[in-house]
């Protein structure tokens, strides 16, 4: 599969994300759903919150990819290196997370930067890319991403804790929407977002009978080390692998050689910081 295209990359600078369709294929889309909806580890691993309306998002966090169907996306060539062209360098694994929006319970997520949270960890700049990979649909109906095209320009804003969310300074923010384009971003299974740490972003709840499911791969430019230690690891060299790696382990796994969720690196949830639970 090629790299991103030089428009592709024109387009992440200028509007602080971009949308690749069709990243994954349905066969790889599907080996990895079914792997998360069958993995007991992940599922008693995962976390919860209230979103203030009785509705609740799990997820599930870990900072070293492994060896298991998760780690295959997370370190197959046509992400880490698609990365480091938006990155212009070499990158490490930052975190990886599963968010698991639920049919009917799931719920909503405030507008933040992730970079509003990262920049507590020691982090300098925002040299920093996620990678959400659709499990399921995600669509306006059942909760899917929301951007602020170009809010990424606006630098880092402060975020302000309420209730058992953390989000960016609604002032901020309500008077970036009078401003920017609000983009609702609808994905089909194995489609791929690339978005720069400080686009504003946030979800509405999911009131759908569907799932809306979600893996999120999240990187650090290795120039970028952070400066002291956090819940999240410093300069890790990541060792990518082959595309074909994703389907190999991914089948590995139905004959019962997968590297369960239990075998990663999962850091204590009392580590946790109020930035894994704004997604």
């Not at 979600?214 to 595309?243: G, Q, W």
């Not at 796994?253 to 690196?265: A, I, Q, Y």
Request: with cysteine; net charge negative; glycine share 8%.
């Amino acid at each position: 599969m090629s790299l991103l295209t030089p428009e592709q990359i024109s387009s992440y600078e200028e509007d602080g994300y971009v949308i690749v369709r069709g990243l994954f294929s349905k066969e790889e889309t599907k080996v990895l759903r079914s792997t998360a909806d069958h993995d007991n580890a992940m599922d008693k691993a995962s976390s919860s919150m209230d979103d203030g309306k009785g509705n609740e998002v799990r997820l599930a966090l870990w900072n070293h990819p492994g060896d298991g169907i998760y780690g295959m996306f997370a370190r197959c060539k046509r992400v880490v290196e698609s990365v480091e062209q938006l990155l212009g360098g070499e990158a490490y694994h930052y975190h990886s997370k599963m968010i698991l929006k639920d049919a009917k319970i799931g719920g909503a997520w405030a507008w933040h930067q992730d970079y509003g949270y990262w920049y507590q960890n020691g982090v300098l700049f925002p040299d920093l890319c996620s990678v959400m990979i659709a499990v399921d649909a995600a669509t306006q109906e059942n909760g899917c991403l929301q951007v602020l095209k170009n809010s990424h320009k606006m630098g880092r804003v402060n975020h302000i804790l309420s209730g058992d969310q953390a989000g960016a300074d609604s002032e901020r923010v309500e008077e970036a929407k009078k401003r920017l384009d609000l983009v609702h971003v609808v994905l089909d299974p194995g489609d791929s977002l690339f978005f720069h740490p400080n686009l504003l972003h946030c979800s509405a709840a999911n009131n759908s009978e569907n799932s809306r499911w979600a893996m999120i791969c999240c990187y650090n430019a290795a120039a970028n080390d952070p400066y002291k230690d956090s819940h999240h690891p410093r300069y890790t060299k990541l060792h990518k692998v082959e595309d074909e790696k994703v389907l190999e382990v991914g089948y590995a796994h139905t004959k019962g050689s997968e590297v369960s969720f239990s075998d990663l690196k999962v850091e204590d949830e009392s580590a946790q910081s109020l930035e894994e639970l704004n997604v």
